[in-house]
């Protein structure tokens, strides 16, 4: 992996893209999204919209785009490597951007580097979107660094106006697609990213978006799984998250003796899930929904009336 100064880059064509005054911004928003699962030390890049699919703007089921970029701050001594694409062909080589001395000298922390990854300019169908459900977009690997730093490049970070401002860089995330403006010829191309959203926060808005209470002491685990309605007298919906496409996911229902009285095994797809399990014959009573989330057995409570 290459790793050069920002200076440097003025000198790669290929590289280097003039600094424009701040884009106009879509009323169809989207931001962006990182996780890492521990056990294999995988990072996988979402974008979240907070439209669905087909709108006012575009009339397809799937939403489709041409351009997209996706920039990460990470520590200094981190080397991104084995970049895998989900949707979009994205740049595989990303060049290693090290803070330059005249940003160190603003009073910037010198311990972080930056890279910027690019999507090939050929229109991707990114699918369905559904408001506030993540889409996956690459998975990468790394070394070096602490992983829990890796972070996605603020819209506002400091970096990045620097880069604008003094190198003519520009290193801002970005997306758009056809839901991003009005279908027309004429239609100027408008920035949909702003900004950047944890899973946490993601997983509390569905539930909020559902209409649920939210516990602020569940850890991201617990929030990975939402149970409703609860209490039920019929079927349960259980919406979960997955960091990645598995062939077989296991949701177990047990009763207060701990014994199995409802077991679902699927494929699922990264990002939310939603999988109905019948239990309007079960005799009324406490259950728990159970499944394997981050690592970590997670029980949900329920009600059967």
Known sequence: ??????????????????????????SNEVRYMITR??????????????YSTPNANNPESNDLGATA???LKVPKDFVLTDIHDIRGNWDKAAYKLTTPDAFAKTGADAGWAYYVIGKAPQETNYGPF???NPVALFTFRGTGGDPTQINILSPDDSFARFADQEMALNVRSSFYTRSGQRASITAKPLEQMNGVISLKKVL??????MGLPINTDDDLAQLSVIVYPNPTTDVVQVTYFSPDDQAAVSLDVLDANSMARRNSVQPAKAGLNTVQLKVGDLPGGVYFV???????TVNKKIIKQ
Not at 1 to 26: E, N, R
Not at 204 to 209: I, L, R
Not at 290 to 296: A, D, R, S, V, Y
Request: hydrophobic share 40%; aromatic share 8%; proline share 5%.
């Open 1 to 26: 992996m290459k790793t050069f100064s920002i200076s440097l880059l003025l000198w790669l064509g290929c590289m280097v893209v003039q600094a424009q005054d701040t884009p106009i911004l879509s």
């Open 37 to 50: 699962e521990p056990a294999t030390g995988v990072f996988t890049t979402w974008v979240v919209p907070n």
């Open 69 to 71: 970029q996706f920039s």
């Open 130 to 132: 559904t408001a506030g």
């Open 204 to 209: 509390k808005d569905k539930q909020e978006q």
């Open 290 to 296: 159970q499944m394997l989330m981050q690592g970590k």
